[in-house]
């Protein structure tokens, strides 16, 4: 049984409850304040609305996105998972003017359905007659995805990191590219060490040619890159170099649910 308590999100058990008009010492995340994170990410202006507080530990942290994702049991109510969705849009839309997005753009998770329930959300808090266009990003084949050559020498080969950076290089070049590129399926988290993931590229596109061109072609929208929880950065910065590199003529602006890079 749930056991209500006076805070914003505490765990009980093996289940997690929210109270969304009170903070504690013992909240894993503070729903009350502040309402609305604010950052940048590869130059773009980047919101997020809940990052965990310095005491969660790594497990209960990967507990709790489980559960937000509905990837464990229990799993979190709808009506719950809407209204955590909803407490921050209400700081986020005077900073971007969500009533005037044009198009999201997010990359595509069989995995989990929050980032489609984010939308919904969103939707929903702007208007149902309110027409967007929506971009997926989806995987590409492992044996598309490449390596940076030319940020990792401007960042690694110096006479300070020589050694460091021909150790580095002979594991890229013999290990870990050939690695990816036998894998039936790339996933960054898991197949790319943290010191690595900035360079890797090409692992996402566009769902299909005619939403590339479709994208090419807009000119000066109001575009939401969304996501639920950014771990690393480095899918967002996958999304934004394919978007500046496809159109450079739009507002583009990020946002994800929580921040968990830490």
């Known amino acids: 049984m749930k056991r209500y308590i006076k805070s914003g999100v505490q765990i009980v058990g093996n289940d997690f409850v929210f109270d969304f008009e009170h903070n504690s010492k013992d909240d894993i995340i503070e729903i009350q304040t502040p309402q609305i994170f604010k950052s940048s990410i590869n130059n773009n202006l980047y919101w997020f609305g809940y990052i965990f507080k310095p005491h969660v530990s790594s497990r209960d942290r990967t507990k709790f996105i489980h559960y937000l994702k509905g990837l464990s049991e229990p799993s979190i109510s709808d009506a719950d998972l809407k209204r955590f969705i909803q407490r921050p849009l209400q700081y986020l839309s005077p900073e ?113 040619t005619e939403e590339s061109d479709n994208f090419s072609n807009l000119s000066n929208a109001n575009i939401l890159v969304i996501d639920d929880i950014n771990a690393s950065g480095s899918t967002l910065n996958e999304v934004l170099r394919i978007l500046n590199s496809r159109n450079n003529r739009c507002n583009i602006y990020v946002y994800t649910l929580i921040e968990h890079t830490s």
């Open 96 to 208: 971007v003017n969500l009533a005037n997005l044009d198009c999201f753009v997010y990359p595509l998770s069989g995995r989990s359905k929050l980032v489609n329930t984010m939308i919904r959300v969103i939707n929903q808090f702007t208007g149902h007659d309110t027409n967007r266009v929506n971009f997926e990003m989806i995987k590409s084949a492992p044996t598309d995805v490449q390596f940076d050559w030319k940020l990792f020498n401007s960042e690694w080969d110096t006479p300070e990191t020589k050694l460091q950076y021909m150790q580095m290089k002979k594991y890229i070049e013999d290990i870990l590219i050939p690695k990816i590129h036998q894998q039936n399926y790339f996933s960054i988290a898991k197949n790319v060490k943290a010191k690595y993931r900035p360079y890797i590229k090409n692992y996402l596109k566009f769902a299909s």
